[in-house]
């Protein structure tokens, strides 16, 4: 069973930029699509991106296309967000999670490891 650990949310002004890191403890980490998803308060999870096991492929929430930047590095185990031009709407806690399956999904029911979240806070 993987176990995940993210870091790197903060507060941040509007326009600002962050870059959450999810690190994994399973040594199969490169055979697990990646994702990346966030909730705020009264709100549904929803979908952020989510990045195949090679890296080649991305997929991202159509709202912070050209803002947020998924990718990961095998040999460490780790994935990445990186979020550019950040507003107070993102403000959530944003969580990594993993699933085993060969099909990149966007909906968070098919994921089966989630860490425990990291929160991100967007002032105006």
């Known amino acids: 069973q993987v176990q995940l650990v993210e870091s790197g949310g903060g507060l941040v002004q509007a326009g600002g930029s962050l870059r959450l890191s999810c690190l994994a403890s399973?040594?199969?980490?490169?055979?697990?699509?990646m994702g990346w998803f966030r909730q705020a308060p009264g709100k549904e999870r929803e979908f952020v991106a989510a990045?195949?096991?090679?890296?080649?492929?991305?997929y991202y929430r159509d709202s912070m296309k050209g803002r947020v930047t998924i990718s990961r590095d095998n040999a460490k185990n780790t994935v990445y967000l990186q979020m550019n031009s950040l507003k107070p709407e993102d403000t959530a806690v944003y969580y990594c999670?993993?699933?085993?399956?060969?099909?990149?999904?966007?909906?968070?029911?098919?994921?089966?490891?989630w860490g425990q979240g990291t929160q991100v806070t967007v002032s105006s």
């Open positions: 990045i195949s096991w090679s890296g080649s492929n991305t």
């Open positions: 399973e040594g199969t980490f490169s055979r697990y699509i």
């Open positions: 999670a993993a699933d085993m399956s060969n099909v990149i999904h966007r909906t968070f029911t098919a994921y089966e490891y």
